[in-house]
């Protein structure tokens, strides 16, 4: 009868197992996914860009993990493992150490979902990240131009071409090419901005200089700058009619952005549209 008993619980306490296990798997696949492994993705894309989840988002990210098993979609449940093989590698590191790398992962994972925004676990992620770090780039009144201090810097773009070309009938060798964009912004929103490009073309040489004055007003990782006035000079040592200084009237740039951390040095990440760079945070 002690045999039986026995019998009777292990077979239950079994039952119960894969009762439980059976709920917990929510799309069947190779692996299977189950409510355990988005729960890990969860706890991890909160870790990494700094935010905590309401109720929607989890709801909205568990969905589009289970459409990517269900539709098998490969490359996306691949990069789903690869991210939970990411989680339990970084369970071994020091706090120390995650504190160190969780502004570098928040960076990469920003810039890479603002490649394709409109993938569902993207646009899921980016909205959480955007309306938690809202705060931190707080709305500004345009009419006092306060400057949030996540901005309040010099920050500066700068692109070199060691390429030189070669006059064929003189043998004289030129200048390399080069730009230089600088954002002077300060803690009561004024900013100076600045532009330096020179361009070499077989020992002709044009250099154009900008410079613009104005204001920055920032509402959640967006950054408009309204510039009331500025100069713009051109020099060419071969074309005279590419010589000139014009005054600038009023222009407005609209940039969305995110701050990173690379190489130990903060970058000014933006994009219009149509440019997409990073500035860096002069020391």
Not at 73 to 88: H, P, V, W
Not at 237 to 242: D, E, L, R, T
Request: one cysteine or more.
């Amino acid at each position: 009868m002690k045999f039986i008993n026995a019998f009777f619980i292990a077979a239950l306490f079994f039952t119960v197992s894969i009762f439980g296990q059976s709920k917990n798997v929510l799309a069947d696949g190779n692996p299977p996914l189950t409510q355990t492994m988005v729960n890990r993705l969860t706890t991890l894309m909160q870790w990494s860009l700094d935010a905590d989840f309401n109720d929607d988002e989890r709801s909205r990210l568990r969905a589009a993990v289970v459409d990517y098993w269900r539709n098998g979609d490969e490359k996306s449940i691949n990069s789903i493992l690869n991210t939970l093989a990411f989680e339990q590698k970084l369970a071994s590191a020091s706090e120390e150490q995650k504190r160190n790398l969780q502004p570098q992962v928040q960076g990469k994972l920003v810039e890479e979902f603002e490649k394709e925004p409109n993938e569902p676990l993207n646009k899921v992620l980016l909205a959480a990240f955007r309306r938690t770090h809202a705060s931190d780039v707080s709305l500004i009144d345009a009419q006092n131009g306060e400057a949030p201090g996540i901005l309040v810097g010099r920050w500066q773009v700068r692109h070199a071409n060691s390429l030189t070309t070669q006059n064929a009938y003189t043998g004289a060798l030129g200048d390399g090419n080069g730009m230089i964009a600088e954002y002077d912004i300060k803690a009561d929103g004024s900013v100076i901005f600045s532009f330096f490009l020179t361009q070499n073309n077989y020992g002709c040489v044009t250099k154009i200089k900008t410079s613009k004055t104005g204001r920055v007003a920032v509402g959640g990782l967006r950054a408009v700058f309204s510039y009331d006035r500025g100069t713009t000079t051109s020099s060419d040592n071969c074309n005279k009619q590419n010589n000139y200084t014009k005054s600038l009237g009023a222009t407005t740039e609209t940039l969305d952005f995110t701050i990173k951390t690379e190489a130990a040095k903060k970058q000014f990440c933006f994009s219009d549209g149509k440019l997409k760079d990073c500035a860096v945070k002069l020391d």
